[in-house]
C-alpha cells in the first residue's frame, strides 16, 4: 500500500490514480485493478443517495462507507471526504471527526476550501491526520458560487486559486485536488508545488486523475460533463441483465433445471 511519503515522492516520477468508492465490492474491484488511492467522496451523497448536492451528507453516511470500502480494499490508501460542517465549525470538531475516520481505517481525510481553511488543516496535520486540500469547483460551497463553473478563468480568481494552492501546501496538505479548473492554471499550480496535484476536469497536466467511479463507468449517464470518459457502459448492460431476468421470471425460464435443487443431489 501507498503512504503519504510515497505518494508525495511520485511527483514527477509517475501519473496518481484515485477514483471514488463507497461500498465494499467497489472497494475490492478498485484495489483488484489497481489504483493507487481511493476516495470515499462526499459525492456519495449525489451517486448513492440520490441527494441534489453534496450539502446533506452526514458523518454517519461517510462512516459507513468508509469502513466497507476498507474492508473491501485492505491493501490501499483510503482517504475519507469530510462532509458539509464537519469540520468548519470548530477546530475541536474537525479533530473528532477527522480521528473518527482514521479510528475505522482512513489513512488520509480530504476537506474542501483554499485559504480560509488553512488553520483547519494546520491543526489536523499536527495531530498526525494526513489532509488532501481541495480547491477549485469546490461543491459544498454551491450555493455561494452559484452553480457548477470552471474556475480560473479571469485573472483574480487565476491568481486566488494559486494563491490558496501555496498557502495549502505551507500548511502540510500531502496533495491537492483541482476541480474544474482551466489547464493552464492547474499546470501552473501542478508546476508551481511541492505536493501532488491530483484533477478532475483539471486538464492534463496535473500530476494524478481522478473521477467518481458512476461517472466512469457509465453508470450515471444523466449527467456527462466534458471531462468525463466512459470507460464502459454499465447502467444499459444492468438494464439489460434486469429486463432479462424480468422476462425470464414471467416466462417461467428462470430457474432452470440447473437452477434447483434435487434430493437425490442431496
Ligand atoms: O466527493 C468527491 O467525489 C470528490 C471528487 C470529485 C474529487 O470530492
Known sequence: MLDVKKIMSLKGKRKLTMLTAYSY??????????????????????????????????????????????????????????????????????VENAGSFLKIGANAVKLEGGTEVTSIVDCLVSFGIPVMGHIGLTPQYVNAIGGYRVQGKDQPSRERLIGSSEELARSGVFS????????????????????????????????????????????NTEFTPK???????LRSEVVRAVSKYVEEVKAGSFPAEENVFKKEEM
Open 25 to 94: 465490492f467497489q472497494a475490492r474491484m478498485l484495489e483488484e485493478a489497481g489504483v493507487d488511492m481511493i476516495l470515499v467522496g462526499d459525492s456519495l451523497g449525489n451517486v448513492m443517495l440520490g441527494y441534489d448536492n453534496t450539502l446533506p451528507v452526514v458523518m454517519e453516511e461517510m462512516k459507513i462507507a468508509v469502513s466497507a470500502v476498507r474492508r473491501g480494499a485492505p491493501n490501499t490508501f483510503v482517504i475519507a471526504d469530510l462532509p458539509f460542517l464537519s469540520y468548519q465549525t470548530s477546530l475541536e470538531k474537525a
Open 176 to 219: 491537492l485536488v483541482l476541480e474544474l479548473v482551466i489547464e493552464d492554471v492547474s499546470q501552473q499550480i501542478t508546476e508551481k508545488l511541492p505536493v501532488p496535484t491530483i484533477g478532475i476536469g483539471a486538464g492534463r497536466f496535473c500530476d494524478g486523475q481522478v473521477l467518481v467511479l458512476h461517472d466512469m463507468l457509465g453508470i
Open 227 to 233: 471531462f468525463v470518459k466512459h470507460f464502459a457502459h
